[in-house]
């Protein structure tokens, strides 16, 4: 069923595929094609499935002819993909993870320091963002002058998936330019959008396909649920974002998420990462990966490879033929367990201590540092074949992060009941079979702190230190932080990315951001 599923997904024509160029900077809005939209979808209009299932799949795929090929141009195909870049963005230039390789730009990630607009792994999310933004609002556009089947909803599905971009450009970046539908095609360089611009219309558009988003969705695609979960994500963050803490609306939303999506927490954490997990009843958004219709060095790949080696590991018993030798946890985040032996938390078994180094005195050094085999390969039911591209999907929303996030919500006073949030907290712990813990251990510190053990290597970990004032500055230090073994205060700066060098010169109505 999941090969079937994930073929509906990805699979895309070849004659869909003619619509999509590389759009590497934010005046490129038009793609290059063969045949018009209107005319393809006039004369096909099944059509729109593959343009959609095209869009969707950007944010796990490098680019449409498997994992040599790239929608954005990049001198590595691999390395251009959406997840990868949230990956390297989110959680190498944070606290619990770092990578070794130190290639063009990568030491500059990891060790959170020497940042600048020169850097590819920048240009590579802001390239993806104003790929699909413009491809999105092209197809959009194109379906006002034809008729297809559940055309108001692909529209919305559309708005969701451009939205969701967005909404990385908003976190990361802070600022850039909106193209929609009253603006596509403009010759002219659009004018800088700030913060407080995007989030009010990422905002606007979710709150306007929400009521008309389905309760369910087929597999891989947005629903009602995935829609309030980003709205959450937006207000939970709205105080960093803009200035105006937005707590009471996240909690709103999470909770519907809770009350309303029909998902519940699974029994066992392991098999939320393992290649059976299309069968959760917590993933609330997948980004969809398969050994043979999604082959991709960006997906969940990237992760499993990434973190795996034959210097110090068995690959097989993860499922996986490939082993990177690149990513390993710090005692950031192992640390928050205890002693690894004697913990009960089965979240605290899923780091790869043997030949390994508790402390990271050299990040390029693969033997300092646990690496983590959170995701794997292997099935958690049912027979395991290894393969060198991971089967396993990335759960970008789930429901324990909704319960955490109500959680935090109710403890920054937005609304809620106190102990509604401590039994969510507890709800996530018990599935790991750690501790409860009790009313006065529930604090803003011990929420950040279980997002670390529960969430960490999912995405969230940067943008989570940023919310608590806990990345820049010298109140909180990791192993690398400033390029120190120990870790040394940074800039406030850093808590935006420096917008890169190709868009600035393309388009000489941004601005870069300060420190840079």
């Known amino acids: 069923m999941k090969s079937f599923n994930k073929k509906i997904i990805l699979g895309i024509s070849a004659l869909v595929l003619l619509f999509f ?70 959680d190498f230039t944070a606290d619990g993870m770092k990578n070794r390789w130190g290639d063009d730009g990568l030491d500059q990630l990891t060790t959170t320091s020497n940042w600048d607009s020169n850097n590819k792994f920048f240009r590579y999310l802001y390239d993806r963002v104003y790929y699909i933004v413009p491809q999105t609002t ?18 919305s599905e559309l708005r969701f998936i451009r939205a969701l971009a967005y909404y990385y450009m908003i976190d990361c970046f802070g600022k850039g330019v909106i193209v929609n539908e009253t603006n596509y095609g403009n010759t002219t360089p659009l004018p800088e959008a700030s ?6 219309y990422v905002e606007s558009e979710l709150l306007a396909i929400e009521p008309d988003m389905p309760a369910s969705n ?24 803009t200035g105006a803490a937005r707590y009471n609306d996240a909690l709103n939303y999470s909770g519907l998420v809770i009350n309303e999506g029909g998902y519940t927490l699974v029994n066992d954490f392991v098999s939320l990462f393992s290649a059976d997990n299309d069968n959760s009843t917590e993933i609330i958004f997948p980004l969809i990966a398969d050994p043979v219709v999604s082959q991709s060095f960006g997906n969940t790949t990237y992760i499993v490879n990434g973190s795996l080696s034959t ?20 005692k950031a985040w192992y640390s928050l367990f205890g002693d690894l032996e004697t913990s009960t938390d089965e979240r605290a078994e899923l780091f790869w201590t043997e030949g390994h180094n508790y402390e990271m005195e050299d990040y390029k050094a693969w033997a300092d540092g646990y690496p983590s085999t959170k995701f794997r390969n292997s099935s958690y039911s049912g027979t395991t ?21 109500y959680a935090e919500c109710v403890l920054r006073g937005g609304g809620g009941n106190q102990a509604e949030a ?73 808590r935006l990315f420096p917008i890169p060098a190709n868009a600035l010169q393309s388009n000489p109505n941004l601005t870069q951001n300060p420190g840079y």
């Open 21 to 90: 160029a590389s759009c590497t900077d934010d005046l490129n809005t038009e793609p290059k094609v063969e045949l018009s939209l209107e005319n393809l979808l006039a004369k096909d209009p099944n059509a729109i499935q593959g343009l959609l299932s095209k869009m969707y799949g950007t944010f796990a795929l490098s680019g449409p002819n498997g994992p040599g090929s790239s929608d954005i141009s990049g001198p590595d195909p691999g390395e251009t993909a959406f997840l990868r870049s949230i990956i390297n963005l989110q």
């Open 138 to 155: 092209n197809i959009i556009l194109a379906l006002e002058s034809v008729e297809v089947e559940d055309e108001e909803q692909i529209v």
């Open 195 to 200: 913060r407080q611009e995007l989030f009010e």
């Open 218 to 241: 087929s597999y891989g695609r947005a629903n009602k649920a995935v829609v309030r979960m980003l709205l959450a994500k937006l207000y939970l963050n709205a105080e960093v974002y």
């Open 311 to 330: 210097e110090t590991m068995p690959l097989a018993q993860f499922g996986a033929t490939e082993g990177w030798t690149g990513h390993r946890a710090t």
């Open 385 to 405: 074949i290894a393969t060198s591209f991971s089967p396993t999907d990335f759960p970008l929303y789930r429901l324990a992060d909704a319960y955490l996030m």
């Open 422 to 494: 401590l039994n969510y907290v507890n709800l996530v712990r018990s599935r790991s079979n750690a501790t409860e813990i009790s009313a006065s251990e529930l604090t803003l510190d011990f929420i950040l702190d279980e997002r670390a053990r529960e969430l960490n290597l999912e995405g969230h970990r940067r943008s989570d230190l940023i919310r608590f004032g806990k990345f820049s500055g010298g109140t909180y230090l990791w192993p690398w932080k400033g390029n120190d073994v120990n870790g040394t205060s940074i800039s406030a700066d850093y």
